[in-house]
């Protein structure tokens, strides 16, 4: 088992572009989750998926943000018309049931810079 | 809103010294995890409690979670330099989980 993988690492963007993340997560996940870190903060819960069903948005997640998962396999990050308060650490987390809970596995991030 | 507090926000301390950092809620969750960061990298699980009053070990590590299963504590054992990260708490329900901000720690040699 390889873990939780994301691409890019890194990205660099212009305000007004738009940028794709990318996450691959356990294979036998059922569960995704993305989140967004500022520095000197936790993960802010963005949006997950069971399957390929997206179960639940944050409401602090505006209409230029939207993700999928279309076979609920991986799942993709996309963010419209980037803005400077957009730069963050996108991370991606996948999980399965064991017992009454769920444990996540965190993918190393994707660290977003709006210049 | 379920928030999570953690305290202290940022703890120094030298080498072989023991230390507990603490995470604070006034919801009930039905797990609680804690993870620990490495600057630029994503969280890694250390361990999940579930059971009111649960206490778990790892090595030098002891969790505790609260009886009424809305706190948690992390006891670390004559701390290393390798403990060095920011130390973060979750609480989850429904599978959906809130993060504290974490506690940064220092161990220096």
């Known amino acids: 088992d390889t873990g939780v993988s994301q691409n890019p690492r890194h990205k660099i963007t212009k305000r007004g572009q738009n940028v794709t993340f990318r996450c691959d997560p356990i294979s036998e996940h059922n569960r995704l989750y993305w989140y967004r870190q500022t520095l000197g903060q936790g993960p802010e819960f963005l949006t997950y998926?069971?399957?390929?069903?997206?179960?639940?948005k944050s409401r602090l997640l505006s209409d230029r943000f939207s993700a999928e998962r279309p076979k609920g396999s991986f799942s993709t990050l996309e963010i419209q018309r980037t803005e400077q308060g957009d730069s963050a650490m996108y991370l991606c987390?996948?999980?399965?049931?064991?017992?009454?809970?769920?444990?996540?596995?965190f993918g190393p991030g994707t660290r977003l810079t709006v210049t | 809103t379920q928030l999570l507090e953690q305290s202290p926000q940022f703890l120094s301390i030298q080498e072989g010294e023991n230390l507990t950092v603490y995470c604070n809620s006034s919801s009930v969750f039905s797990s609680l995890q804690w993870y620990r960061q490495e600057p630029g990298e994503g969280p890694v699980l250390l361990v999940t409690v579930v059971t009111g009053g649960e206490v778990k070990k790892l090595k030098r590590l002891t969790f505790q979670f609260g009886d009424a299963r809305k706190d948690s504590s992390l006891h670390i054992t004559a701390a290393q330099p390798g403990d060095t990260g920011l130390y973060l708490c979750?609480?989850?329900?429904?599978?959906?989980?809130?993060f504290g901000d974490g506690t940064t720690l220092t161990v220096k040699p």
């Open positions: 998926f069971q399957n390929e069903a997206q179960l639940e």
């Open positions: 979750a609480g989850t329900n429904a599978g959906k989980s809130t």
């Open positions: 987390a996948s999980s399965f049931r064991q017992g009454t809970s769920y444990e996540q596995y």
